[in-house]
C-alpha cells in the first residue's frame, strides 16, 4: 500500500500517519519526492483504505497487491483445465455448453438433447430453478426439472449443468448436476458462494451485470478461498446505457481475465443480447477472442417456449453455427 | 401490449401476428396508420414481447402496462406510511436512521446509541452479518451481534435495524429486530425476498447498484404478492463510470419512485459516497428532494472501526448534521 | 510517477525500467517491498504511463500528481467568485440563470424575462444556435436570436448567457452577451475551448454526458491555460444505465468538485431531468448540497414552446421554486 | 406516434389529448383497450413528444418510426459499399487502415508506410491534429503532419485518412486526404457535420464515448442530409464502470448496425482497449462478428512514439495479426 502525502504536508503530519500504520502492524517505508512524500507500508494485514485518506495530509492511498491470491496467475502460472470425464475446459479446449433456458418437460429436453448430441455438445444446460425478476412469471419445475435433465443427460451420454439459487438447494443439485451455475444476480450472494467453496464439485460462476472484473476474480476467491479450486467464470453481458441488446458482451473480458487469472473464462451470448439473430455473430466473436467456451440457448421449438424463447436458437441455427465456430477455433489453434 | 408492423408489412404478416397473439390468449385490435400498422394486444396473459418480435414483419413490440401492480400508485394512491410504535415513515414523516456500519462490542453500541438516542434518533442500525466482496475481511459478529443491538435498543427504548443475508436467517432476526434489511446485493435474490414477503414485519429493500428503479418496484412487488405490505425502499447509489465517489447518488430516484408508487423512500448517502465529507451534503440534498428517511453510520469512534469506518460521522458531526436537516425539512414542510 | 513491479520482477527488469525512465528526464527512487519493488519517478516531463506498464517486469503505474493545475484548490485556495456588474457567483452566493430554452420571437423572451425580473432574476439565458441530435429539428434563430436576447436583458438590466457552438461564432458571441455557454457535447471540443481561453469574459462550462469531473476540469484547464480565469463550471447530469429521467443527475459532484477546484459549480436541472415536475426537487437538492448556482428553463407558454418546453417551468412555478430556494439557501448560511 | 392514456384517463382528458395533436397537424386513431386506450397520432411533423406526456390523463408516448431516415435499410437495403480507387469497404469488403497514432516525421510515416504496405494495407492512418485531453500534451504537427502522410502514401500508392477537428480546416483536409475522420468527442459536433455534409469526399464517423447506436445514426444522418452518402461507421469503444480496458469495445454494435443501417461499420480497437496486448484479440472478434473494416494503430518503433505508444503494434505484430485475420475473414465468407 502507497501512501501519497500532499504536497503542502507537514513533517508532523507525515509522522502521524506513519505512526498510524505501524500500530495497525505495517512497517513503513518513506521516500522523499519534489511534489510528494510517499509512504509504502508493508505487512500482510487487511485495512480499509479510506481510513488512511482521511488523516491529515494524505492526498492519495494506493492499494499496490491484488485484493486476490488463489485466482490469480501469480498463485498459479498455468491455466486451469476442469476435466469432467472426456470433457475439457480450459487450457486450449473450448467447451460448448447448450440446451433450453428452462426445463418444461422431458420431450423437450429428450428432443433437445438428441440432437444437441449428435452435433458433437457434450455438456446439456437447463434451468430448473428460474430467477425471475416478475414474480407472476414461470419460476421453473424445481426438483422435477433436475430429474429430467439428468435422465436425459443419462440417456445420451452428456453432462449437466443447471443454476442453483440457494444454499438450502445444494444437496439437491449434488444429486443431479455435474456443473453447478451461480447465476449473475447471485455473484455476489456470499452465503451462497461460502457454501459452493466446500463442495468438491466444478462451479460456473456468472459475472454480475454491474460487477468488475475484479469483483468477479474476488467472488472466484470465496469459492477457492472454501477448498474448490474447480471454478470456470463466465462472461455474460453488463450493463451499460446501450439499450439495442439486452446487455453489452465484454468480449474484452476474455484477453482481461486471461492475463489476470488461471481460471477458465466462457461466454453466454444468449442472455447477453437477448436476441436470437446475435447469438451467432457473438458467438463467433468470443471465440475468435479466445474464450474457453460457450454457453448457448438451444429450443427444440422456440416458437413455444416458456422462457426466452426469443433469444433460444433453433437446432438447425446452431448446427450450422457450430460447424463455423469449429473452424474459427483452428484458425486461432484451439479446438473444441 | 401494442405490436407496431414494419412499414413494408405484408398483409398476410399482419394475420399471422393476429393469430398468434389470439392463439396465446389475447385479443386483437388493428389499426392502420399512413406508415405503420398497429396491432393492439389486450389480455392478461404473461408473453415474452421478443418472442413477437422475431415473427416476420414486425418491427417493435411496445409493453403499456407496469409490470408491477401491488406497489404502484394506481393500486394504490395514498402514500404508504410504516407505522412501528411511536415512528412514522412516509406521507411527510422522515424517519432518520443512524448507527454504525458493523457491531464491534456491546461498549461500541452503547457508547453510540448513548448519543444517538439523546440527537432525537429512534431507529439504531448496524451490521451483524456483512456481505463483503473479499471473503479475508471482518464478516461480522453474527448472531451475537443482533443481540447486543437488542439490548441496547431495549435500554435506550430504539428501534432496531439490521441486514439479513439468507433465507435461513430469518427466523432468527425476527427475533431480535423491527425492520429486516436487505442489501443492495440482495436485491434480486428472489428465494431470499419471496421469504420475506411471508413475514409480517416491515422490510428495507435496497436497491442494486446496477437496478433500474423498475427493477427495484419489481422487487418490491415479490415482497408485496407475498402478503408484506410493510415495505421501505432504499436508494444507496448506482454504479456509474464516474469513480470519484464509491457510487453516484440518484437523488432524482426520489421523486420519480414517488410518483409511481406509494412506497416510501430512504436515502443511504454514507454507502452512496464512501466518504464522511460528502455525507452531509448528499443527506442536506436527499432531504431537500423530499426523501422519507435516511440511513447514516454513525461511529462513537470512527478512526478505530472495524468496518468502513471512512464513511462513519463522528457523533458530534452528525448532531450538528442532524439539526441543519430539521431546519431543511421545515422548509420543505416535512418533519422528522 | 510510481512504478509498482510485480513480485516476480528479476534486478535486471527493475534497472531497465529504472534507466527507461532516466533516459526520459525523470530521477528514479526505489523502495524494495515484502512483495514488490516500487520505483518513484520524479520530474516534470508528460509521459504515457501506459508505455512503462509494457515494460517486462511492470505491474502497475500510478500517476499521483493531477493532470490539472491551473483549476486545482492546489494553484488557488480561495473560491473564485465571478463578478459581472452587481451580480456574483461562487464563494457562498448563488447564481440564479433563468430563461427559455430557445429564444422564439421578442415577445416570448420579453414576456419571459419581465416576469423573471420581477422574481429577482438577474441573469437570462436563451439559446440562439440549438446542438439538436436530429438535423431535422429546429436549429435556433442564429444572431436573430442573440440580439432580441440583448435587447430584452438590456430593457430589464439582466446579464444574458448563451451557448456558442463554434470557434467562428465568437466574435459574434461577445457583442451580444455576458456569459458564453460550452454545451456538454461540445466539453472536448478542444478547439472551441483554446479560443474561448483567450477571450476575457466567463465561460459556463458544461459537463458532458459521460464526462468524469477530473475530464470536466482537464477542459476547464483549456480555458484557464489560455488566460481566461472567469470560468464558471456546470452538472447537468451523466449517462447511466437508469432510463428513467433523461440523464443522472450527479448532486455528488458539487462537494466533489469544491473539494478539488475553487472554480463556482452551478446546476442544471431542466436538461438533467427532462421533466417539469423533476426540476423542483432536483433544483431543492441542488442548493442544499451547496451549489453556486442553478441555469432553469422557464417559458411564458412551455405547451407552445419550439424546444423543450415538457422540461420548461410555467413562470408561476418558478416563483414558488424561487422563495423556497432561497428559504433553503439561509439553512445552509448562502445566498441568492 | 402512440399515445397510451393511463386506465384512469376520463373521456374529457382523451378529447383534449386528441384535440392538442390535432391543432399540430396529425391525425388521431382512437382504439380502446381493456385497460388503456391508445392514440395513434398520425402525420409528418416533429413534435417533442415529453410535451404530450404532460397532458393530463397521458401514461405514456411511443415514438414508432426511426428519427433517421437516409441511414436506415428501409431507405436504401442494399449494403453501401464505399470504393476509393481500388479499395473497398463494405458488402462483404474488409477495410484494413493501419498507420501511427500521430505524425511525428516523414522518417517515421515512411519506415512504418513501407511495411504496412508490404504487408498488403492499402489506407495509411495518422494524426496531424490531435484532440488532447490535456492542453499540456503534444498537439500534433498540424498542416505538415497532413503533407506528410500525403506524401508517403503517395509514394506507396496508399490512400490517407486522418481526423479533422474543427469547420476550418475541412479545405485543408480536402487538399491532403482520401477519407476524413470525425473523432468520437466530436461526434455531435454538429457544426462540423454540417460542414461535411455538403463535401463530397468520404467521411469515417466515429461513435462517441456515451453515444448510443441510434444517436450514431443520427449524426449520419446529419452527413447524409447534406448530400455526402459516403459515410463510414466506426464502433471505438464505449465508456462503463469497467476501467481494466480504457473503453469498452461493444462488439455487438457490428450486427445491431448492419439490421439497422446500410452503412458500413469499422472498428477501432486500438483506442477502445488503449493496451497493445489486447488490440490482437478484439480484432479477430471483430472480423469473426462481421465487421467491415478496421483502424489499428502500428509504430515503426512503439517505445519511443510522441503518442499512444503503448497501444501501437510493432509492424511484426501487425503482420502476423494480418495473416491470422484473413483466415477468419474466409471462415466467414469476406475478404480484406
Chains 1, 2, 3, 4 share one sequence.
Do not use: W
Request: charged share 25%; with cysteine.
Amino acid at each position: 500500500m502507497l501512501i501519497v502525502m500532499q504536497s503542502s504536508a507537514t513533517n508532523d503530519e507525515i509522522e502521524k500517519v506513519t505512526e498510524y500504520i505501524k500500530q495497525r502492524g505495517f512497517d513503513a517505508h518513506i521516500s522523499k519526492g519534489e511534489d510528494h512524500t510517499v509512504i509504502g507500508a508493508v505487512g500482510r494485514k487487511v485495512i480499509d483504505k479510506r481510513d488512511i485518506e482521511l488523516l491529515n495530509g494524505v492526498k492519495e492511498v494506493i492499494r499496490i497487491t491484488s485484493p486476490y491470491k488463489l485466482a490469480s496467475r501469480v498463485f498459479k502460472n498455468e491455466d486451469t483445465i476442469i476435466e469432467i470425464k472426456d470433457v475439457k475446459i480450459g487450457g486450449g479446449h473450448i467447451g460448448m455448453i447448450a440446451g433450453p433456458c428452462s426445463v418444461e418437460s422431458y420431450d423437450q429436453v429428450d428432443a433437445t438433447a438428441e440432437k444437441l448430441k449428435r452435433y458433437g455438445v457434450k455438456i446439456l444446460r437447463g434451468g430448473a430453478f428460474k430467477p425471475r425478476t416478475s414474480p407472476y412469471a414461470f419460476q421453473g419445475l424445481g426438483e422435477e426439472g433436475l430429474k429430467i435433465l439428468r435422465e436425459v443427460a443419462n440417456k445420451y451420454d452428456m453432462l449437466v449443468t443447471s443454476e442453483v439459487m440457494e444454499v438450502s438447494q445444494i444437496p439437491m443439485f449434488l444429486k443431479y448436476v455435474d456443473i453447478l451455475q451461480v447465476g449473475a444476480r447471485n455473484m455476489q450472494n456470499f452465503n451462497l458462494l461460502k457454501s459452493l467453496g466446500e463442495i468438491r464439485k466444478p462451479v460456473l460462476l456468472k459475472r454480475g451485470l454491474s460487477a468488475t472484473i475484479e469483483e468477479l476474480l474476488m467472488s472466484a476467491e470465496y469459492l477457492l478461498a472454501g477448498g474448490n479450486r474447480e471454478i470456470i467464470l463466465c462472461e455474460r453481458g453488463i450493463r451499460t446505457f446501450e439499450h439495442m441488446t439486452r446487455n453489452t458482451l465484454d468480449i474484452s473480458a476474455i484477453p482481461v481475465i486471461q492475463k489476470l487469472s488461471h481460471l477458465p473464462i466462457v461466454v453466454d451470448p444468449s442472455h447477453a443480447t437477448g436476441l436470437r439473430d446475435k447469438v451467432a455473430p457473438m458467438s463467433k466473436a468470443a471465440v475468435a477472442a479466445g474464450c474457453d467456451g460457450l454457453i448457448i440457448e438451444v429450443h427444440n421449438s422456440p416458437d413455444t417456449a416458456l422462457c426466452d424463447g426469443a433469444q433460444s436458437l433453433y437446432p438447425e441455427q446452431f448446427e450450422e453455427l457450430f460447424i463455423e465456430l469449429k473452424q474459427l477455433a483452428k484458425v486461432i489453434k484451439k479446438t473444441f
